[in-house]
């Protein structure tokens, strides 16, 4: 057991994720919407309405400076809303005429599209749902509007234009973000799988290592360890420990409630982050997993406990982590089986 805050394996905490935070953030905070802008511009003149360039572009820095002081799920909200405007925007242009100047949204749509859909695939990676509605969406209403602006050029017979068939650039626009969000999906489950324990699929010291920077409103952090794990190991071998391990970690995540976050700290050692609620209510699910493992039976009829210590995540998290080991230490040395609060 581990009486010192950790650190990754002799790099920089949370490195992957603050590189990843920052590209995304470059985008979000200046490509995105500048490019949403020059949407909005387009599909505002072609409605008629008269957008000052200074407002226009007051309001892309606006988006930018809010983006760059937001944080957590509010930054996450923005983004996604960002993302939500651009792709009805790119529908809103798809059902208009074409543009004041054909060439440079032709241009911002085709360089702009694959970039999007990576970023977007890698941003949106742990939901789901909102990575296929917005990525779809993009690719599609970008397809659209490259095709319905083509297919305008080709009636005004525009010798530019004609040589190629709209329906290629379309197909070659599609194709290529269709690459940028396979490509994307892969640095995504490679990101994801590097910040998850292969034997019991929880979180990993990395994850947790890179998380904490982040976290906000309080809660509370409890570190748990299987008492005299050794000896399962010693009597029924290594195989039989891992599942022992397994069925904690199932017990942990069936446990706690929405928002929480488990993570296997390395052995037997376990660290589970609590969202803000009162004391006895995080004493309560730490309680309940306590027991469910001790109901549990393992090789040849075998009972594991768990001893825990408990700290509120009101400042630091290095000080919560270091309260709460603590607190297990004192749990353990008077017995075990229990969960300690640090004082």
Not at 79 to 100: D, H, I, N
């Amino acid at each position: 057991m581990s009486a010192k805050f950790p650190r990754t394996d002799g790099a920089v905490p949370g490195q992957s994720a603050q590189l990843a935070d920052g590209v995304s953030g470059l985008f979000f905070r200046v490509g995105a919407p500048l490019f949403l802008g020059v949407l909005l511009a387009s599909l505002g003149s072609l409605l008629g309405l008269r957008v000052a360039d200074i407002t226009l572009l007051l309001a892309v820095l606006a988006v930018g400076v809010l983006d760059w002081q937001l944080r957590g799920a509010a930054r996450f909200r923005l983004r996604l809303v960002l993302a939500l405007l651009t792709v009805l925007g790119l529908f809103g242009l798809s059902m208009s005429g074409p543009p004041p100047d054909t060439g440079v949204i032709l241009l911002s749509i085709i360089l702009m599209t694959p970039l999007s859909a990576l970023l977007w695939t890698t941003y949106f990676s742990r939901y789901p749902a909102y990575r296929a509605l917005l990525v779809g969406g993009l690719i599609s209403g970008a397809g659209m509007v490259l095709f319905h602006f083509m297919r305008a050029s080709f009636l005004q017979a525009d010798p530019e234009l004609t040589s190629v068939h709209p329906l290629v650039l379309a197909a070659a626009l599609v194709f290529f973000s269709l690459l940028a969000t396979v490509f994307g999906l892969g640095v995504a489950q490679g990101e994801r799988a590097a910040r998850q324990d292969a034997l019991t699929g929880l979180l990993n010291r990395r994850a947790f290592n890179e998380e904490q920077r982040h976290w906000e409103g309080g809660g509370w952090l409890a570190v748990l360890d299987i008492d005299y794990f050794k000896r399962i190991n010693d009597r029924y071998g290594h195989e039989a420990g891992d599942r022992v391990l397994r069925s904690v970690a199932d017990v942990l995540m069936d446990t706690v409630p929405l928002g929480s976050a488990v993570y296997r700290w390395g052995g037997e050692e376990f660290v589970v982050r609590l969202p803000p609620m009162p004391l006895a209510e995080a004493q309560i699910i730490l309680q309940e997993a306590r027991g469910e493992v001790a109901q549990r039976t393992f090789a040849a009829g075998e009972h594991i406990t768990l001893s825990a210590g408990l700290s509120p995540l009101g400042g630091e998290p290095a000080r919560a982590f270091a309260d709460a080991d603590s607190a297990l230490l004192i749990a353990k040395s008077i017995g075990r089986d229990r969960v300690m609060v640090a004082d």
